[in-house]
Antibody, heavy 119, light 112 residues
Framework: QVQLVQSGSELKKPGASVKVSCKAS????????MNWLRQAPGQGLEWMGW????????TYAQGFRGRFVFSFDSSVSTAYLEISSLKTDDTAFYYC????????????WGQGSPVTVSS | DIVMTQSPDSLAVSLGERATINCKSS????????????LAWYQQKPGQPPKLLIY???TRESGVPDRFSGSGSGTDFTLTISSLQAEDVAVYYC????????FGQGTKVEIK
């Protein structure tokens, strides 16, 4: 069965970096994209962008360019989200989600990785 | 940019009654070349990731109970829960994927 398993919670200080992982299994990885989404505490969903798991090419949504990096290691079927120069506003749940047609709709989601940025 | 507005922000419905959630897009999400509406609906229960319910505005995802249905075209869409069950308490989001991706602000459904 399709599974996306994300790394655990992180507590970081402002200015630090964090790397979240998302291990995929149960399907042909190159046939679907991997998308990243953010949900701040008590807030709605923001789409951060996606990575083509066939070519490794990332696409970033507006507002997520510069400090955010998507990557993918096919040898371990794992996607990564790295955020640098963390700000307190980056405190959120980060989700990976399988995308159909690139960024269309998201049929499988990871369980979420909570990242807390606090001094 | 497309703006997605859901209404109401919250609603309380009695068990077994109908729940209706509206989603309005500031621009049409109907792609004329394939006559498809680029709109999806998700359910998010507390402490869980979102779950895909509906895509292409009206196609139910596999395994989703048939009490959930999506309708609408162009700029106005509706998610209907025909007979509300206790397990349907959640926040529901619409999402357009016509022009990148954008979600509505969410609608909280509770039991009256």
């Amino acid at each position: 069965q399709v599974q996306l398993v994300q790394s655990g919670s992180e507590l970081k200080k402002p200015g630090a970096s964090v790397k979240v992982s998302c291990k995929a299994s149960g399907y042909s990885l190159a046939a679907y994209t991997m998308n990243w989404l953010r949900q701040a505490p008590g807030q709605g969903l923001e789409w951060m962008g996606w990575i083509n798991t066939d070519t490794g090419n990332p696409t970033y949504a507006q507002g997520f360019r510069g400090r955010f990096v998507f990557s993918f290691d096919s040898s371990v079927s794992t996607a990564y989200l790295e955020i640098s120069s963390l700000k307190t506003d980056d405190t959120a749940f980060y989700y990976c989600a399988r995308g159909t047609g690139g960024w269309y709709y998201f049929d499988y989601w990871g369980q979420g990785s909570p990242v807390t940025v606090s001094s | 940019d497309i703006v997605m507005t859901q209404s109401p922000d919250s609603l309380a419905v009695s068990l077994g009654e109908r729940a209706t959630i509206n989603c309005k897009s500031s621009q049409s999400v109907l792609y004329s070349s394939n006559n498809k509406n680029y709109l999806a609906w998700y359910q998010q229960k507390p402490g869980q990731p979102p779950k895909l319910l509906i895509y292409w505005a009206s196609t139910r995802e596999s395994g989703v109970p048939d009490r959930f249905s999506g309708s609408g075209s162009g700029t106005d869409f509706t998610l209907t829960i025909s007979s509300l069950q206790a397990e349907d308490v959640a926040v529901y989001y619409c999402q357009q994927y016509y022009n990148t991706v954008l979600f509505g602000q969410g609608t909280k459904v509770e039991i009256k």
